[in-house]
């Protein structure tokens, strides 16, 4: 570009409705690591919940009539919202991409971030309806010129500055 300009991307994915399709699916191993709860549940007593992260396990229809998880929406809800992360990451690569190609990465900062975070079945829930770390911690990511975005471990951000108090 000439000269400043931004783009605006909102993503719904991952998000409920957890509706993938077969293309989005197939990026993703068909085995998903079920929670320890649901594989030990006698480890993971329900009693021992607080009533509330009890009501809002029921309550999020992952629930059979019974009052049990039912494995096979349990597998699906999970390995559909791997795959929409997966779509997720696709689709911000090629904005990477097409800045790069157009020469707009050389004076472009880049911040990827989120409204709020996903359970992805901790503690029983999926969705974001609690302060556990999983639903109330969002992503934040900046990367600015010189930048190149790849696979990485958490070692690998050793370099990068880590930011663990809270700021309003």
């Known amino acids: 570009a000439a000269g400043p300009w931004m783009l605006y991307c909102s993503l719904v994915l991952p998000h409920p409705p957890y509706q993938c399709n077969s293309g989005t699916e197939a990026a993703v191993v068909k085995s998903v690591p079920t929670p320890q709860w649901f594989t030990r549940p006698k480890d993971f007593p329900e009693s021992a919940m607080h009533p509330y992260d009890s009501y809002m396990s029921a ?6 009539e019974q009052g ?5 929406l349990l597998e699906r809800n999970m390995r559909c919202w791997l795959a929409m992360c997966n779509q997720t990451d ?8 097409k800045a790069g190609e157009t020469g707009n990465l050389e004076n472009t ?7 709020h975070g996903e359970l992805h ?18 992503p934040l990511l900046v ?7 790849r696979l990485a471990s958490w070692d690998q ?6 930011i663990r108090d ?3």
Not at 59 to 64: E, R, T, W
Not at 90 to 97: K, R, Y
């Open 121 to 138: 079945m901790e503690h029983r829930q999926h969705l974001k309806n609690s302060l556990f770390e999983g639903s109330a911690r969002v």
């Open 166 to 168: 809270h700021v309003s």
């Open 157 to 162: 951000f050793a370099g990068g500055r880590l």
């Open 90 to 97: 696709t689709m911000l690569g090629q904005v990477w991409a």
């Open 59 to 64: 309550s999020k229809a992952m629930l059979d």
């Open 109 to 115: 900062i880049v911040i990827f971030t989120s409204d």
């Open 143 to 149: 990367a600015g010129p010189g930048s190149t975005p």
């Open 68 to 72: 049990q998880f039912k494995q096979d």
